[in-house]
DNA sequence: TGCGATTAAATTGCGTGCGATCTATCTAAA
DNA sequence: TTTAGATAGATCGCACGCAATTTAATCGCA
């Protein structure tokens, strides 16, 4: 946690563009755009890739672990989770140790699909039109900034 | 369009904390639940609340020109603009001059609340924990990106 | 004036995303 | 051992978000 400084008061106007969070929030509808082609030939979305990228990352996780990762609860994972499987991109079954778990992992079918779509996301990485210092600068203060709202909206 | 450097290879790792469209992604889930006790005690959403800002802004807008500022389809904003008719906070009415148009408008009652919102969310600019140099840096940053994606999604 | 092309919004279908709730399983204390 | 509580996923209902399509109004051009 960063210095805690209240933002001046004068910083409180009323527009779209002052607002941080709108920033935030339209940023992700652009990069769901930019991302929609690559995602759509190869018959998955943006929220399916981001769980390949888990998945690829460790392997064999459970809903709960895969949620804690990417911020989703099971109620949103398990439907998304249930389609990758009937497409074939991974596999769900109860742990036998304890069967209240499902244990999620990537098919090789899965793990193709992974690496199409992480060879082609470099031109949309292109089409940020960032210079390195400021993409990197970018991620670590976005990161940041979550981290910060998570923890203070668990108090 | 600053100048287009190509990312260095080495920085293409398959972990979801390298990929900076996670962090947009995360860090707006992250936006939504700090918000989300505010907006709830107001009965409004997180996307309502940025239509709210946008009418307040400039008023007497029609569905298109608020899905220019918004970044949304009619598809999205006209169940989204119905519900805040319901609720009583916009009226929505056909163009005279033009009958394929609808004007959209705050209400008192609506511009109420926005005033509410607006100042409740002092408190989750505190817990960003951003410095305001950091604070207004990323939101440069973030415009840049959303808009050089934007860009080259329309090509 | 007539009529095809264009435009604005609405509708439809599908995939998130979440709170609330339900079910099945596991844990722990009496 | 029994059973109350806790835990992990799944289910349900609702609100986005968009592509594709439809409907209604306007425009353009002969």
Do not use: H, W
């Given at each position: ?13 009323g527009?779209?563009?002052?607002f ?7 940023t ?17 979305t943006y ?28 109620s949103?994972?398990t ?27 990537l098919?090789p079918?899965?793990?193709?699909i ?15 039109g ?26």
């Open positions: 946690m960063k210095k805690p400084t209240k933002m001046p008061k004068q910083e409180l106007a527009s779209l563009a002052d941080l969070c709108f920033a935030v929030y339209s992700n509808l652009a990069f769901n755009r930019a991302y929609k082609q690559l995602f759509e030939e190869l018959g998955i929220p399916q890739y981001a769980t390949l990228i888990a998945l690829n990352e460790a392997g064999d996780q459970t809903v709960g672990e895969l949620g804690d990762k990417l911020f989703l609860e099971s949103t994972l439907p998304l989770l249930k389609r990758l499987e009937a497409a074939g991109y991974v596999t769900r079954r109860r742990d036998a140790e304890d069967e209240r778990q499902v244990r999620v992992s098919t079918e899965g793990k193709a992974f690496e199409q779509a992480f060879c082609g996301r470099e031109s949309v990485i292109e089409a940020t960032l210079d390195p210092d400021t993409f990197v600068r970018l991620q670590r203060d976005l990161i940041t900034l979550r981290d910060n709202l998570l923890a203070s909206s668990n108090k």
